[in-house]
């Protein structure tokens, strides 16, 4: 078994969900209880099936929803409430079942931010002052190497990151990379970061998503003041568009196969954040990097 057992399943249906881009359509309906799963028949023939009642109220949610919606129930509405964006549909009556049943639909996951205190800050000054230190050598233009925070949990990090942050804010370029326990897809923070980036939504059409990319992408470029920086973001702008699913039809990355794919990709980000520096010093925050996936290592 995995703990977040919701969250894990309401991410999978939502990535089918996505699958609507390439033509596939599909709706979903999602219960959570007690229910027989095993084989059932005889020798001569038998198949694995899971029964009960909270799977005919999934069967039932998913005939009712509409293409592209996913059908949940209040147990799971409950555990997955803080990470995703709900849509309260009421009541609804069901074949099979006598009252009507709270029906809720799944809609996009929540952006996390990086965390965010209002309260003062106390104690730790010696740390943070460390960590000031640690960070200057950007403002003379240099690589400000790893800083790497580690205790336990509930010891205050975060807080003294977000410290860190409040304090330089005005001087550096932030760029904030959380690693997903759960979703630990190729590059996966990288494309949280590009998304929010370059103003990308589920709520756009993929036309508005691409306008969105090349307007912040040509702003890059336009200012960019190193020459072969430059050239190389406008070589390799297909690599960045692809980590967020945008894609021209004959552009370099469609081109190439796998290997260069990945190679590209890590020297579009390279060259990305170079750019981005040349405005500004750069921090990348790489929250709970235990998590990373290997790609990104």
Not at 15 to 36: C, L, Q, V
Not at 38 to 66: D, H, I, P, Q, W
Not at 157 to 178: C, G, H, I, M, T
Not at 218 to 225: A, F, L, S, Y
Request: glycine share 6%; proline share 2%; hydrophobic share 40%.
């Amino acid at each position: 078994s995995h703990e977040k057992m919701c969250v894990r399943a309401c991410d999978f249906a939502t990535r089918i969900r996505k699958m609507n881009d390439d033509g596939f359509k599909n709706r979903i309906g999602m219960t959570f209880g007690t229910a027989f799963a095993g084989f059932t028949g005889s020798e001569n023939r038998s198949e694995y099936t899971c029964n009960g009642t909270r799977v005919n109220l999934a069967a039932r949610f998913m005939s009712t929803a509409k293409f592209g919606q996913i059908f949940i129930d209040r147990f799971i509405f409950n555990k997955v409430q803080n990470q995703y964006n709900i849509k309260n549909f009421g009541k609804m009556q069901f074949k099979g079942f006598e009252e009507k049943l709270p029906v809720f639909e799944l809609q996009e996951k929540k952006v996390a931010d990086a965390a965010f205190y209002d309260n003062a800050f106390v104690g730790r000054q010696e740390e943070l002052t460390a960590l000031r230190q640690f960070i200057q050598p950007i403002f003379d233009k240099q690589f400000g190497g790893l800083v790497y925070i580690d205790g336990n949990a509930g010891i205050g990090k975060s807080r003294l990151v977000a410290e860190l942050k409040n304090k330089v804010a005005e001087d550096v370029q932030w760029f904030y990379w959380p690693c997903d326990e759960i979703l630990r897809k190729s590059f996966n923070p990288l494309i949280y970061f590009l998304n929010r980036y370059f103003e990308q939504s589920i709520e756009n059409t993929l036309d508005k998503n691409k306008e969105k990319f090349e307007e912040k992408v040509g702003q890059i470029i336009d200012n960019c003041e190193d020459s072969e920086i430059r050239e190389e973001l406008i070589k390799t702008k297909s690599f960045l568009a692809a980590l967020i699913n945008l894609h021209w039809k004959d552009s370099l990355y469609e081109r190439l196969d796998a290997k260069n794919r990945h190679e590209n990709t890590l020297y579009a980000m390279k060259n990305f954040i170079k750019a981005e520096s040349l405005k500004k010093p750069v921090v990348i925050e790489l929250e709970d990097g235990h998590w990373m996936d290997a790609d990104t290592n």
